[in-house]
């Protein structure tokens, strides 16, 4: 009996945990974003406001538009893309926030291979 009133008392505790989402507050801003690309880290900085980012790779920028559909998911879609593949938009998800970081989740619209990254606001 006590055995189960302790499982019952840490599931009620574990079932009321939810990770800290503060979109607003990544909203806007600069941020930089580092992924492993074969055995090197390449490391991405964009600038975004309400409707517009930035992107910043290998010297070179790239603008896109960027579309919220709700406080934490927005659509990005590069606005002169040199490619098929670049054609695609994107969806992105603000799954956790912390400080200056969030966690986010993406994939090419209409697919459902996703994949994870982590962002730091610089500005």
């Not at 900085?45 to 406080?71: C, H, L, M, P, Q």
């Not at 200056?100 to 610089?122: D, L, M, P, S």
Request: proline letters at 2%; hydrophobic letters at 35%; charged letters at 30%.
């Amino acid at each position: 009996m006590r055995f189960l009133s302790l499982f019952l008392l840490t599931l009620l505790f574990t079932s009321c945990y939810s990770p800290e989402r503060n979109c607003e507050d990544f909203r806007t801003g600069t941020f930089e974003f580092e992924a492993l690309v074969g055995a090197e880290v390449l490391k991405t900085t964009f600038v975004r406001n309400d409707s517009i980012e930035i992107d910043y790779f290998k010297g070179k920028a790239d603008t896109s538009s960027v579309r919220w559909i709700n406080d934490c998911e927005y659509i990005v879609k590069k606005l002169n893309p040199k490619s098929m593949a670049e054609e695609k938009a994107i969806h992105m998800k603000i799954l956790t926030t912390d400080k200056n970081t969030y966690t986010f989740e993406y994939n090419i619209v209409g697919q459902t291979k996703k994949e994870r990254g982590t962002a730091v606001k610089v500005d």
